[in-house]
């Protein structure tokens, strides 16, 4: 469960890439984007349907549009419209490009938009702009963040954590309380796409990271979450001194999270390109409860190595999608974890030089 909500039913988050066209080429840019829409993306009636489906996992279930640049299409307002009439809580996570005009944010706000997630990697123009590949990207950003408080759509800031970012965080959470938003979420690099160019901190540093993110979140008038970093929940148990097993599940990929592509393939989550099925072909909701790999990621005890040793996998179970980006194996430990559980004696994961 997850406060009231059944995990194995349901996931917190549904992310539907709508297309991987995006003017941008950012360093750790998950899909690869490219600069024109691709062929066999899901058609506005396939969205649609897809919505519908959606509808299917309970009441007011959370949907994120992403891409590539969801605005490189030019039926978003009309799906976050559709979705928003049949009860789904829509949202929105734009690149930082010249699409996202206040008159953008204003249509996405009449037609029911929940919420607008925007990317800064930098604290100021300088160090975002190299990082996402494009000047001006920081001046847009800033743009739309001040659109969406003026029309009183909710603010998420989301930010990428590496070698190449990880100096800049303190800046950004300024950055994240004077735009008023209302939740910072945290990413810690997955090298998949274009991302393998990039430099995952090592795990001592990660540690450390998450400790001064549970600080943070303690004193900031914003919530904190991290994405792809569940032993988050482990720091802040460990903070509490409330080690031990606990009850309540972790979210992470396939457990509380599912992917649609922009051509309809169903993954446990964006940083996990690992098929269960095609929505063209099977419900989303049949998918997540049903296909065995879903099963499979949500099962605790299915781990392996350090992460099916520890008292915490219920809670934390690692990112799935590391284990199988650096290994192969979705259910591998995570490389990214500094913990060794008491008395595990096995293997652990190749990490990267210790900080
Ligand atoms: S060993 Fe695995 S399950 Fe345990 S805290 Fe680390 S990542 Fe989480």
Redesign the pocket.
């Known amino acids: 469960m997850y406060g009231e909500m059944d995990l194995t039913e349901r996931p917190l988050v549904l992310i539907w890439e709508l297309t991987q066209a995006c003017e941008l080429a950012c360093k750790h840019c998950r899909a690869d984007a490219q600069p024109r829409r691709h062929p066999q993306e899901l058609s506005t009636e396939e969205g649609k349907a897809l919505l519908d489906d959606a509808r299917e996992f309970g009441e007011g279930q959370l949907v994120v549009l992403s891409g590539g640049d969801p605005l490189a299409r030019d039926d978003v307002v009309d799906l976050v419209d559709y979705g928003t009439d049949r009860g789904l809580r829509m949202t929105l996570t734009p690149s930082g490009t010249d699409s996202i005009t206040r008159e953008a944010v204003s249509d996405l706000s009449d037609a029911g938009l929940r919420r607008l997630a925007l990317s800064l990697d930098g604290g100021d123009a300088v160090a975002h702009d190299s990082f996402r590949g494009e000047g001006g990207s920081f001046e847009a950003t800033m743009e739309a963040a001040r659109a969406a408080e003026d029309l009183d759509v909710p603010l998420q800031i989301n930010t990428t954590v590496c070698a190449e970012t990880v100096d800049q965080l303190p800046t950004i959470r300024e950055r994240v309380a004077e735009l008023g938003a209302v939740l910072w979420s945290v990413f810690f690099l997955v090298p998949v796409g274009r991302g393998r160019v990039l430099t995952p901190i090592p795990p001592a540093r990660a540690e450390r990271v998450m400790e001064w993110l549970h600080e943070v979140s303690d004193e900031a008038p914003f919530g904190v979450k991290t994405t792809e970093a ?2 988050y929940r ?1 720091v802040g148990m460990q903070q509490r001194e409330e080690g031990g097993p606990t009850r309540r599940m972790g979210v992470r990929a396939g457990k509380g999270f599912a992917f649609v592509s922009h051509t309809g393939e169903v993954y446990p989550s964006g940083f996990l390109p690992k098929s269960a099925g095609d929505v063209r072909e099977r419900s989303v909701v049949d998918i997540y409860r049903d296909s065995e790999l879903f099963r499979s990621l949500r099962d605790d005890d299915a ?1 392996s ?3 099916g ?5 219920g809670v ?4 799935r999608s590391r284990a199988y980006a650096t290994t192969g194996d979705p259910l591998a ?2 490389p ?6 008491p008395g595990y004696d096995g293997p652990v994961p190749d990490q990267h030089p210790a900080d």
Request: hydrophobic share 20%; with cysteine.
């Open positions: 569940p032993h482990r781990l190595g350090k992460c040793a520890c008292e915490f996998r934390c179970g690692g990112s430990a995570d990214l974890c500094e913990y060794e559980p």
